[in-house]
């Protein structure tokens, strides 16, 4: 029987649970829950989530939220090559350890980076101060030099020679930066690489798919109603401001 997956794919964590499902022939169904739309309010939803977040899972009466643990159910349940969570116990560490780490660092200076440079001024027609801007993209590059000078080290893969979860949740995050139009990857060779290993194990065509509507936000927000954002607004600016 099929998963249920409610995602949003200018969501990174939604990005990570799909590559994850479409590289390994998960069967799945997708189901979309538009952030932008207030969707995640929708009564139908609330019943899959209580946290009305996206990823979420639904796999007959067993519902799940949150990304790091739906992809370990989706590797133990359908029993994934081993490289993604491997059964070495120090390699399994390695990406409990970013699993850990990322929420409060990457994820959070990456996303508030997308949101001040691009959701923030081009949606919500709110002015972004310089400073603002500015440290935003300091936190972010400070979380970056630990992703190279910590994580990776002298690795081909966070957990060492191949690609794992830790890797594919690592990827969409620093993609989310980039989708607001700022390079992450000039002067940071190691990270570039890493990159395009990364890419090339998932399979660039996948990898293209998925990152498509974030990477086309640009254009994207010429068009959004911000007015879909007025009952998050407050709280979108508190959060990021």
């Known amino acids: 029987m099929a998963v249920e997956l409610y995602?949003?794919?200018l969501s990174q964590p939604c990005?990570?649970?799909?590559?994850?499902?479409k590289k390994n022939n998960i069967p799945h169904e997708v189901k979309q829950v538009s952030l932008m739309d207030g969707?995640?309010?929708?009564?139908?939803?609330?019943?899959?989530?209580?946290i009305r977040k996206v990823p979420a899972?639904?796999?007959?009466?067993?519902?799940?939220?949150?990304?790091?643990?739906?992809?370990?159910?989706?590797?133990?349940?359908?029993?994934?090559?081993?490289h993604w969570y491997p059964a070495d116990l120090q390699q399994c560490a390695r990406i409990d350890e970013y699993l850990s780490w990322q929420h409060c660092a990457i994820r959070l200076h990456g996303s508030k980076?997308?949101?001040?440079?691009?959701?923030?001024?081009?949606?919500?027609?709110v002015e972004v101060p310089k400073e603002k801007m500015d440290a935003a993209v300091e936190e972010l590059n400070g979380s970056l030099k630990l992703l190279e000078e910590k994580f990776l080290q002298d690795r081909p893969f966070i957990a060492g020679d191949h690609i794992s979860l830790a890797d594919l949740v690592a990827i969409v995050e620093v993609m989310q930066p980039v989708a607001a139009g700022l390079d992450v990857f000039g002067g940071r060779p190691k990270l570039s690489a890493w990159r395009d290993r990364v890419q090339a194990a998932i399979g660039k065509e996948l990898f293209d798919?998925?990152?498509?509507?974030?990477?086309?936000?640009q254009e994207r927000v010429k068009v959004m109603d911000?007015?879909?954002l007025e009952f998050s607004k407050a709280k979108i600016l508190k959060f990021f401001m």
């Open 15 to 21: 990005r990570s649970v799909l590559i994850f499902a």
């Open 57 to 82: 899972l639904q796999d007959g009466d067993f519902c799940l939220a949150e990304s790091p643990a739906i992809l370990l159910y989706l590797a133990r349940k359908f029993k994934t090559p081993d």
């Open 226 to 228: 911000g007015s879909k």
């Open 113 to 125: 980076v997308f949101w001040l440079k691009l959701m923030i001024p081009e949606v919500l027609h």
């Open 39 to 50: 969707e995640q309010h929708r009564e139908d939803f609330g019943k899959v989530s209580l």
């Open 209 to 217: 798919e998925v990152h498509q509507t974030v990477m086309g936000s």
């Open 7 to 9: 995602l949003d794919l």
